[in-house]
């Protein structure tokens, strides 16, 4: 069973897992309305994950006796300039949620709930890879500049991205 400084915790955490994919699914229409279809397939994909991530703790809870309260979602932003400054803010944001896993796995370990610290593993690593690629992401576009083939070239290719679920659900299947 949860206690309720870790129920509470991972239901602001499923808050903001929503935020995020209300955040990537803003940045998505935006980059669409811009005509950078592929980019905007790329966050709708993020979109997607977000939301998979948010079900993923909704899982754990109840799975613990738990119990999920979905609060409001904050508004989101809903313009950038330009696919880099989508990027940038991407990374940010990215920051920002794996401070919050962090916080997290600390209150966990605080608390003695190794059960929710081995489950927090898989968000740890998930956030690397979430940094690393908007990052990369990031510096693709800084050596693209201006080259408008360059930005064409990069948007066929997030257009190709396809959306896999994440082990913890594709378990649950």
Not at 64 to 78: C, H, M, N, S
Not at 119 to 132: G, P, S
Not at 145 to 160: H, S
């Amino acid at each position: 069973m949860l206690n309720n400084k870790i129920n509470d915790a991972i239901n602001a955490q499923i808050n903001a897992e929503l935020w995020s994919a209300y955040l990537y699914l803003s940045m998505a229409m935006q980059l669409e309305d811009a005509g950078h279809a592929g980019f905007a397939n790329w966050f709708r994909i993020q979109f997607k994950e977000e939301q998979a991530h948010a079900e993923i703790f909704m899982n754990y809870v109840v799975s613990r006796g738990g119990r999920v309260v979905l609060k409001a979602i904050d508004a989101v932003p809903t313009e950038w300039k330009c696919p880099l400054c989508v990027f940038e803010d991407t990374l940010a944001h990215e920051r920002k949620v794996t401070a919050l896993i962090n916080d997290l796995y600390a209150l966990a370990e605080a608390e003695h709930d190794y059960a929710t610290r081995g489950m927090l593993d898989w968000f740890v690593n998930e956030q690397v890879e979430e940094e690393e690629t908007a990052k990369n992401m990031i510096d693709r576009l800084k050596l693209i500049g201006d080259n408008g083939f360059g930005l064409y070239m990069m948007d066929q290719e997030l257009g190709a991205r396809v959306y896999n679920v994440p082990a913890p659900l594709a378990a649950k299947a």
